[in-house]
């Protein structure tokens, strides 16, 4: 193998398919990354067997080939080198990289220990506006499990209807929901659950202004646009029926500034227990009182003018996921809709270009 690139050039690809790196692992070609030197260009891939990224860059090839390389190890080096053209060549099992006096050799392995990508027919799938998908991973990806005892909730629901789109992730505590409309284009209705790693790398990778084509294959899903392709395992299972528990007779509804709110949720989390992080809300007319009260630590009080006409109520949160969800809110001005002390309040944005969007957070009970 031998082939010119620009430094520049180089570096993307690396820089691509880095995050696919495993920091550790038992199997030391899933350190490396693979190059395959194709007469189109240089394919470079990563994988820690659950997510892998694939990515082509421009080069002049003088000899097609493939061996892997140490990945994190050639970004060191790409990072560091002058901004001249490099050559790469493999001699046996080793990678050499020559570019204007620097000179490295580097040790690799032979290309057919590295995993074989997944394999997935595009031609059979569906095409998604990168901002639409990319939209949907931000506003609902952080709300996942990272709880091993429920497998199925580390996943992010994607909900694929003909005309449009939702994703769902929970905890069992707070939910995010997300729906974009779509094209209609007669394709069957299918539930995927997704890996949120996977989405992040989606997220990093394609554009807002990209036209993202995904398909699956078996128990696999591709997605690729331009020479960027990320590949995931599909978590199996079935996703729990999360309609039911959206309340659909919420009755008191409070219009909040986001950021008020937000810094004053924020002064009561530093007094709150480290173990509950609850705080106390109590609503009236034109108003919410915060308080926390941590019997080894002290008590913190505040209280923000909002547009609120109900009956007064009393209700318990953990503070740290009312932040989360008021910093993935997009507008300025929040719906917070509640029942009951012990029931399910939902938050939802307010003005602007209104977007199905719904986050839902359970309360926890307030000890007097």
Known sequence: MNFTIT??????????VSASIPSKTTL??????????????????????????????PAEIKE?????????????????LPDQPVEVT?????????CGRSHFKLNG???????KLPVVDFSEGLRVGGQDLNSLIQHTSFAVSTEESRPILNGVLWELRDGEMNMVATNGHRLARMGVKVEATGTPSEDLIVPPAALTQVQRLFEDDSTIEVARGDNHLGFRAASTEVYTRLI?????????????????????????????????AVVASDQTHRIRMKFEPGRVHLSVLTPDLGEG??????GYDGEELEIGFNANYLLEILRYMPTDEVS?????????????????DILDYLCLVMPLRLLD
């Open 109 to 115: 392995l032979p290309a057919d220990e590295f995993p």
């Open 7 to 16: 430094r520049q050039n180089l570096h993307n690809g690396l820089a691509s």
């Open 28 to 57: 030391p070609v899933l350190s490396n990354v693979l190059f395959e030197a194709k007469e189109d260009g240089v394919w470079i891939s990563g994988t820690d067997l659950d997510v892998s990224v694939r990515v082509k860059v």
């Open 236 to 268: 199996e299972g079935t996703y729990p029926n999360y309609d039911q528990v959206i309340p659909r007779d919420n009755d008191k509804t409070a219009i909040v500034d986001k950021k008020l709110l937000a810094s004053a949720v924020k002064r009561m």
């Open 90 to 98: 493999t001699i046996g099992e080793q990678i050499e990289l020559q």
């Open 336 to 352: 917070f809709s509640f029942k009951a002390p012990e029931q399910a309040a939902t938050m939802e944005p307010l003005g602007g």
């Open 301 to 306: 009080r505040d209280e923000l003018e909002i």
């Open 64 to 80: 097609p080939g493939n061996l892997t390389a140490p990945g994190k190890k050639l970004q060191e080096i790409t990072r560091e």
